[in-house]
């Protein structure tokens, strides 16, 4: 059972030390130390595997979910990344460029090789693949049940639109296609979608736009780009009082229901269906993380 949130999954370049030691201190839920587009050039690739290693080593990351963002299997980097940070500390992988669903299935594969060798008890390491053309739009279900080891999707719509050599408009049309797909695909598979990164970073009435957009969809979280977007995102991503109470109360009629052999609930002149039962019980598991991250 996964027990973190994806409500914020903050990028980290990991070369940089002074973003990683603010990252320290960042109540992000999930950590993407990038090793791949933010590193640059190629030579500080290395510098990031070792600071990651470094500082999750030295407990400087304790508490925090990671998920460093590997490089694709055409780079070269790949398997120095993964032979580094297959390590205690590290809950999985971003795996990017995930066209596939061979992609994650060979992804998978290095990765029970790497636990096999090291005495790693075999699907430790989860994955998130990272989703950035078309072909992986169009290829979601199959990216999702690629692996067990998949938990979540995350889209990259800059990628995305340039492979699409499309235009990414102010409103963000040329995205809400993908991205119902995506969503749609993922929970089809029982797999979390992620919504892309807010490009307009200081543009913070734009960023809640999108999240409302994004959670009319069915997403569960976004990629992260700048730690003051957090307090919005959490806001909207943290079901509030009045949805916890009603998920409780939901879920005690319609046992009561149970009990008593009336089969159906009724809750505000409405029924009690099963869907509505796992929406609560999803609402629930949630607030109950948050609550358990806060203390």
Known sequence: MINYLFRSLMFVPAHNERLLNSAVKSYADILLLDIED???????????????????????????????RVNDRES???????????????????????????????????????????????????????????AAVLN??????????????????????????????HDDQSLFTARSLISMGARACNVIPIDTVHVRVHDLEDLEKNIIVAKNLGFEGMLVLNPKELPIIHDYYTPNNREVEDAKEML????????????????????????????????????????????
């Not at 933010?38 to 979910?65: C, H, L, T, W």
């Not at 460029?97 to 090291?118: A, N, R």
């Open 252 to 295: 005690k009629l319609s046992e009561e229901a149970k009990k008593s052999g009336k089969g159906v609930a009724i809750m505000n002149g409405k029924f009690i269906g099963p869907p509505m039962v796992l929406k609560a019980k999803s609402i629930l598991k949630k607030h109950s993380l948050i609550v358990a991250k806060k203390e």
């Open 38 to 68: 933010s590193v640059q050039p190629s030579s500080n690739k290395e510098v990031a595997r070792k600071n990651i290693k470094e500082y999750v080593m030295d407990g400087k990351f304790e508490g925090k979910v990671l998920f460093p």
């Open 76 to 134: 070269g980097e790949l398997l120095s990344d993964v032979l580094e940070l297959t390590i205690e500390g590290v809950a999985g992988f971003m795996y990017p460029k995930s066209k596939t669903g061979k992609d994650v299935y060979f992804f998978s594969k290095l990765l029970e090789t790497i636990e096999y060798q090291k005495n790693i008890p075999i699907g430790t390491f989860k994955i998130i693949p990272l989703i950035e053309t078309a």
């Open 140 to 169: 979601i279900q199959e990216i999702c049940t690629a692996s067990d080891r998949v938990v979540a999707v995350s889209f990259g719509s800059e990628d995305f639109i340039s492979d699409l050599q499309g235009i990414h408009d």
